[in-house]
């Protein structure tokens, strides 16, 4: 099995920044795709970010704020986020999905226990 461990959150207040990171316990055989939701108080988890092979994926509402990347040979990644708004604010979840074993065949889904980003006016 694998465990994603989350880090980098905290307060900080509106227009500066935080750079969350997310490290695998283990490497999988194959990873699908790799990335960032967030959930505040009261709403859906909803999609912050993706990466897969290289290719990104950002939700409506930190395009061009925010910046995922991924340490090539690992399955960790981060999350840089620029230019933060109040609405930023929740739990930030980071999230795996592939082939733990090459012998497996079905694809497991990892969520990370979440880190906490608040940011203030």
């Known amino acids: 099995q694998v465990r994603l461990m989350e880090s980098g959150g905290g307060s900080v207040q509106a227009g500066g920044s935080l750079r969350l990171s997310c490290t695998a316990s283990?490497?999988?055989?194959?990873?699908?795709?790799m990335g960032w939701f967030r959930q505040a108080p009261g709403r859906e988890r909803e999609l912050v970010a993706t990466i897969t092979d290289g290719i990104t994926n950002y939700g409506a509402a930190v395009k061009s704020r925010f910046t995922v990347s991924k340490v090539s040979g690992t399955d960790n990644i981060f999350l840089q986020m620029n230019s933060l708004k109040s609405d930023d604010t929740g739990v930030y979840y980071c999230y795996s999905r592939g082939l733990f074993r090459s012998w497996e065949t079905s694809e497991r889904e990892y969520w990370g226990q979440g880190t906490q980003v608040t940011v203030s006016m």
């Open positions: 283990a490497n999988m055989w194959r990873v699908t795709v």
